[in-house]
């Protein structure tokens, strides 16, 4: 288990000039990006035992982290 936040500029390097422009002019990617950073965040804090959870509960965030990255990376695809 990593204790590294995912942060999608490093997920995502080679599209951060994308990522800025798509946040700034397409609402669901916006929403997409907070609801990636929420749950990363959370992810973050149960790793690192800030926040701890359950391990149902942390898996159930990890396949949501990912649900949302895979949205992620299909819009930044199309671009």
């Not at 936040?5 to 800025?20: R, S, W």
């Not at 159930?60 to 990255?69: G, P």
Request: net charge negative.
């Amino acid at each position: 288990m990593s204790h590294t936040p995912h942060e999608l500029a490093e997920e995502f390097p080679q599209d951060v000039q994308k990522i800025h422009a798509l946040k700034t002019t397409d609402s669901h990617f916006a929403r997409l990006m907070e609801a990636y950073h929420d749950v990363n965040r959370a992810v973050h804090r149960s790793e690192t035992g800030i926040e701890p959870v359950d391990d149902f509960t942390e898996q159930k965030m990890r396949k949501e982290r990912m649900a949302l990255k895979d949205q992620i990376a299909t819009m930044l695809a199309k671009v």
